[in-house]
Structure formats: C-alpha cells, structure tokens
C-alpha cells in the first residue's frame, strides 16, 4: 500500500484537492477491524458519530472491533488511516525469494504509511468469524442495518460499502445478478449507497486441452457473487506498481458475467498490498510498534477504489447520495491498460483525474483549467489528455476568488451549514472565498464587519425563510443593502430559498432564485439533490463573473 497509493494517484488527490475522506463513513463487511492499531488512531476512523455503531452478525457476541483472522483490518488499513514515525515504529512484514525460489519473509521498517482516504471513518461490520466462515444471511443483515442508519435514503449517514467476501451462487435457482445478496446490493445503492465490491479470486485454474492435456489456464466468466450485481462497482486486480506492463492478475476473475454483460468494472492494485495487520499494537522496548503485513487478493484492490471513492466524495459532496454517477464518473476517468475488457472493464483506477471530472457525464474527462498548469508538469507520470479541451468559461490566468457573502437567519444554521459543504469544491477550487457571521473573531465589531463584507463582497447568498424574513436585521439591513447594491450592478445577489414562504412581494422577488424554479431546499425529496442544483448555479455565476473580468 505504501507504494500502490501513487499508482492510482491517490497522493496527487490529498495533495491538490484535500481528498482526504473527512466527514465519509465507509462500511466494511469482513471480519471485523482491529480496533487497537494505531494505523486508526490518529484520525480516530473507528470513532463514529451517533447512532452509527460497529455490529457483529455471527451471533457470537464477538466484538466487531476484534479481528481474529486478519482479513477485515488489512482492507479498512487501505481504505482509511494513517500512521508516521511521529506515531510510533511501523513494521511491515513482506515475502522475500531466494534465487532457488523458496518463499520467507523478513521485516523492513517503513516511514509513513497512509490509506487511499486516511480520514474516512470506517464502520465495522463482521459478517464472518475468526475462520472466515459466514453465511448469506449474515451479509443481507448487515445490509439491511445501513438502510436502517441512512433511513432508507432519506439521510445519508454511510456513504459507501465494501462486501470483501461473497458466495457461490447456484446459477440453476437465480439468475446471474439476480441472487438474493445481489437483489439486496441493488436496493441498497438505489438508495443512494456507493457499493464496491471484488470480481473474486477464480481467474486462475485448470482445463483439459486434445493437444496439452490438463493445464493451467485463465478462467473467464468466473465473476462472483456480489460482484455480478449490475449497479456495484466490482474490482479485478493488477499490479501494484506497474499495472501498464503487467496487466490484470492471474487470480483476478474475468467476465463477462454468466448472462453475458460486461464486468469487471475496474481494476486496482491487489498484488503484494501491505496493510495494517491484526497484531495491532505491541510494544518493544516501550516503544508502540504499528505492524503491517503483505498479503493478495481482489479485496485488496476493491479496498483502493472504495478509499478512492470516499476521497472524492469528501471534495465532490454534490455527489453524495448518487452512487450511479460516482459509478459514470470513475468508469470515464479510468486509465485503459490495453487489455481485454473482459479482464480490465474500464482500466485502472486514478483518483487525480475523478475528482476532476468536468464530463457532463458523456464520458469525456477534461481536467479543471485551474489545476492544468499542475498536471503539464506531472504528464510523465499522470495519464491525462496531452491537450485537454477547457470545459469552464474562465480564464487559464488564475484569478483571486470571489467574495461571497452569506445572509441568513440563525434558525437556519443547519441548513446553511449543508448547503456550505456543497460550495466547497468551488472553495477548494480557489474559485470562492466564503465568509458568514461565523467567521466573526471574538473582540471583533459585528456590525462593522457585517457591513464591510456587505460592500465588498462579490456575490451576496440571501437564504430565504420565514425567519430570514421576519429577521429586522437579515431583512432591513443586509437585504435591503444588498438588492441596492444588485441595482446598481456592483454585486450578483442570489436568493437561495429554503423554506415555504410567500417572498413573491420582497425587493429580492425580481431576482432569479435557487433552487431550480425558486422551489425551497427543505421540499425536495432529496434535499442534497436540491443543494447540488444551488451549487451548479452558482458555479454557472461564478464563471460568467470571472468572464467579465
């Protein structure tokens, strides 16, 4: 994982884009995670805000935060977490050959070693036991508890899911993606739930040929269940450093699926993948050890895109809750390694260039103007478009953000806290520079600093209410001040309504309104779709004032 982490450009991610996965829950099916490796600690990824909790399924009452075989805690250490020499020694224990070709391992001490999200919170939910035996059942169960946290898709409390273990299913009972595990991984990212799971580890066996007898062979058609579901992003593996020269993984299963569609959807590196291993913490000489252990597998590469996808979920928020746009996004971002579709879907994974997907969703991946100067200087190792075709109105001259206020009434603070989370992929942009009485400084003049971003803001945010409106002060003085300023051509305000109210007779009513149609945030039936139409806005708005000047 150290090194796998730059083959899919997660690293490019954390650096320029802060892809980091802060505030995305990734729930992990397995055998639970190690809830005592410091690989978790300096992010607290296991802490989880209420009611989110860690369950175990096997009946057994084990903790789910105890991980008998190893399993579970390998892949949540590719996900999220983080570890450096500040926190402790890290050891990872890695297969070493002879030149005869014996297998042994030895210990090499490393750096730093970081998942593909290191602040994504991870929810541990242990479907199989310290063998890793478990059933259908256990699976379906831990399912059903992520609809039960989200509400059902009315509120997104868990992002994402990884299922790193699936079972045979009997091809004379249920169609192919139609099982029950598969039926219920539908549901669930119909929901609004990312679901990434592993194409299996059957791509390698034995056939019988006239000339050659018995034989080792590549096995196609040898997807697994719940990776033959048509809505998850299912995972084969490549190498870990050099997936263009070595292509996908001998064990990595091959479509297409049994009835015929196209799967894998991806691949990525789950060869040799170091991660956090279920010693957990020891301690030698006093000193707290991390141990971290080799091992192979599609869960490991499914474990890349799943901290991949919580990374750009914590930049591109838009994006919450509409799992089969992430899934467009990153098929069209993909890297093609030549190789079958068959064996590769759509190519390797690159977290660089998903979050800078300005496609439209046709397929076309364009990389913001913004950031263009910073890929020509990694084009030897980024694989983007050598001339890349601007999808944005603004200048390549890096301009300074734009001024936004906002004006809102403090029974409205929750929602303007959603709808700022929106914005902030204008704000990671350097396209925005949000301020709202929040960034007040104690000691500060209220009023004076009101009135100064009053004037010189460039864009004035009036989220309406019946509060808003019966606010003396939101209403008389910022609004009023702030249409002013509007007539006169000197600010873009943009009334952004959030409740039912009749505001048709207001000063601002002349003013195009968001949502879509002016129709209020708070009753759509989902509300984050609601915020991403604000943001679209007053993305459009930001770029036709940056083509003015």
């Known amino acids: ?29 397995g055998t639970g995670i190690d809830g005592s490796h410091p690989h978790f600690v300096k992010h607290r990824n296991l802490e989880l805000p209420s009611p989110l909790a860690h369950r175990d399924f096997n009946g057994a009452e084990e903790s789910p935060l105890i991980d008998g075989l190893g399993y579970g805690t390998h892949v949540a250490g590719i996900i999220a977490g983080e570890m450096t020499a500040q926190d402790g020694e890290i050891i990872g224990r890695v297969s070493v050959y ?30 199989l036991d310290e063998k890793g035996r478990g059933s259908v059942s256990s699976i379906i169960a831990a399912l059903a508890t992520i609809q039960e946290f989200n509400s059902y898709g009315r509120r997104i409390l868990v992002h994402g899911v990884i299922i790193s273990t699936g079972p045979d299913y009997d091809p004379q009972r249920f169609a192919c993606g139609l099982s029950p595990l598969c039926v219920e991984v539908e549901r669930l990212v119909r929901s609004g739930v990312v679901v990434v799971a592993p194409t299996g580890n059957s791509g390698y066996g034995m056939t019988t040929t006239k000339f050659a007898g018995v034989r080792a062979a590549g096995m196609e058609v040898s997807i697994t269940d719940p990776g033959n579901a048509e809505l998850a992003i299912t995972v084969g593996s490549t190498h870990r450093e050099m997936p263009r020269l070595y292509g996908v993984s001998y064990f990595s299963s091959k479509g297409p699926t049994i009835d015929g569609r196209l ?14 291993s279920s010693v957990g913490e020891k301690s030698t000489g006093g000193n707290k050890v991390g141990w971290y252990r080799e091992d192979s597998g599609t869960s490991m590469a499914a474990a890349h895109v799943a901290g991949v996808i919580a990374g750009f979920l914590s930049v591109r928020r838009e994006y919450i809750g509409r ?66 075709v601007a999808t944005s109105t603004l200048s390549e001259e890096k301009k300074r953000p734009l001024r936004v206020m906002c004006s809102y009434a403090h029974e409205d603070k929750a929602l303007w806290t959603e709808l700022k989370a929106h914005l902030a992929p204008l704000k990671r942009q350097g396209l925005i520079d949000i301020w709202y009485d929040g960034g007040i400084i104690p000691g500060d003049q209220w009023k004076d600093e009101i009135k100064k971003n ?21 209403y008389d003085v910022e609004m009023k001040r702030a249409v002013q300023r509007h007539d006169a051509g000197q600010v873009a ?11 048709s007779l207001s000063p601002f009513a ?11 945030a708070t009753i759509w039936k989902d509300q984050h779709e609601a915020w991403a139409n604000v943001a679209q806005g007053i993305r459009k708005l930001v770029e036709k004032l940056n083509a003015k000047s």
Request: hydrophobic content about 40%; proline content about 7%.
């Open 1 to 29: 994982m150290y090194r796998s982490i730059s083959t899919v450009n997660a690293d490019k991610a954390h650096k320029f884009f802060s892809a980091t996965g802060r505030d995305i829950v990734w729930a992990v099916l």
């Open 263 to 276: 799967k894998p959807d991806l691949v990525a590196p789950g060869e040799k993948i170091v991660s956090a």
């Open 493 to 503: 305000v943009v009334p952004i309504i959030l409740r039912s109210v009749d505001w």
């Open 98 to 127: 002879d030149e005869s070709g014996q297998k042994s391992e030895e210990d090499v001490k490393l750096a730093s070693i970081a998942g593909m999200a290191p602040e994504c919170k991870l929810l541990s939910m242990k479907v």
């Open 323 to 388: 799992p089969e746009l992430v899934k467009e996004i990153f098929l069209a971002s993909a890297t093609d390694l030549q190789r079958s579709p068959f064996y590769q879907g759509k190519g390797l994974v690159d977290a660089f260039k998903a979050v800078q997907y300005e496609g439209g969703h046709t397929g076309q991946v364009q990389a913001v103007p913004e950031f263009q100067s910073r890929t020509d200087s990694l084009k030897d190792t980024l694989p983007v478009p050598a001339a890349p």
């Open 454 to 474: 009053l004037e010189e803001s460039d864009i004035i945010l009036l989220l309406v209410s019946s509060y808003f409106i019966d606010s003396d002060y939101c």
């Open 510 to 520: 002349k003013i195009q309104a968001l949502p879509r149609d002016g129709e209020p």
